[in-house]
């Protein structure tokens, strides 16, 4: 019988590929499969042996899979795949367009049930490992203030976003947080920001031919959940400039809880992340929670969750005696 959790990967973009460096990482579970919505013959993976399936075909693997990690793009692709697919597989995927994550989470819960699986969803840094850092700080500092900053770094999904403009080639877009603002908060005082004091974003397009700049630029900057609501420059660059200065994908960001206990003491929380690869990183959490869906699905869990539902020892190999023995 095999002992490792076989784990598929629907979706062979940046995420995809770092759900695959990952589950090299990872001795208790193994690749079983690519879907792609591409032409799987013209599809070359890192890991040898494995095999390459048309997105079409994914039901007929229902029994060969363990987990299938999503990984799409959240403001065309998830939405649709998330539920379908959550039906017919116990899923994890990194849906982050906060403001519709509850009518997300709903669609999927539905599938999920209907289908008797397990689906995590949003599971990333933010939403994810920043989600349970905001709760953390909510809990324990009631009377206080939270703060989330995001970058200075490329953003995936606002740059997919970006991507799906009409008369858009190529962009990627850039998210800057406020060194003021973020003073501001460690200072204890508990500034009142407002969404544009915060951040700003920067968006580097390559236009299709014969596209209106004015009119690209205008469906940027008016983008709502992703861009209407802050400071937005858009700069126009060739093609050439985009591979050239625009490949790597920095991020990180920070969670800040400042609060007050007892009569008077001010009390900081802040949880960090400096990242070099954005989606490799979040392809690791993916994998981290992948293990979680197997474990829950095999306790007989069905429906939809989140982050705030899954006990932090389910995402390590190691059991619980050991966590207890080497990091309690």
């Not at 193994?30 to 095999?51: H, K, M, N, S």
């Not at 959550?86 to 999920?112: G, I, R």
């Not at 630029?217 to 959940?225: K, L």
């Not at 591979?243 to 009569?263: E, K, L, N």
Request: aromatic share 8%.
């Amino acid at each position: 019988m095999n002992s490792k959790i076989r784990i598929a990967i629907a979706g062979y973009g940046n995420l995809g590929r770092g759900v695959e460096s990952a589950l090299g990482r990872s001795p208790d579970m193994e690749l079983v499969a690519v879907f792609t919505r591409r032409d799987p013959a013209g599809l070359v993976l890192q890991t040898g042996g494995v095999p390459v399936h048309a997105m079409e075909r994914i039901g007929d693997f229902v029994d060969a899979v363990d987990v299938l990690i999503l990984c799409g793009g959240s403001k065309s692709d998830l939405p649709e795949q998330g539920p379908a697919l959550a039906a017919l597989f116990n899923t994890v995927d990194s849906f982050d367009t906060h403001a519709k994550v509850p009518e997300y989470f709903a669609a999927v819960d539905a599938a999920a049930r209907g289908g008797k699986r397990v689906a995590l969803i949003s599971v990333g840094w933010d939403p994810g490992l920043f989600s349970i850092n905001r709760l953390y700080g909510e809990a324990l500092l009631p009377d206080g203030a939270s703060y989330t900053f995001w970058g200075k770094g490329l953003s995936q999904g606002h740059s997919d976003a970006l991507r799906r403009v009409p008369g858009v080639q190529g962009a990627v877009q850039y998210t800057i947080p406020s060194q003021e603002a973020i003073e501001r908060v460690r200072s204890g005082s508990r500034p009142s920001l407002t969404t544009r004091e915060k951040h700003t974003r920067e968006c580097y397009v390559v236009l299709e031919a014969g596209a209106d700049a004015s009119a690209v630029e205008q469906a940027i900057v008016t983008m709502p959940d992703y861009f209407a609501d802050y400071d937005t420059t858009v700069n126009f660059i060739s093609a050439e400039e985009l591979r050239r200065d625009h490949a790597a994908m920095p991020h990180g960001g920070f969670v800040i809880r400042s609060g007050t206990t007892g009569v008077a003491s001010s009390q900081i929380m802040e949880f960090g992340l400096t990242l070099d690869s954005n989606p490799e990183f979040t392809s690791s959490v993916l994998v981290a929670y992948a293990r979680a869906a197997f474990r829950l699905g095999q306790q007989g869990e069905v429906g939809a969750r989140t982050v705030f539902d899954v006990a932090p020892g389910l995402l390590s190999p190691k059991s619980a005696a050991e966590l207890r023995k080497e990091l309690l």
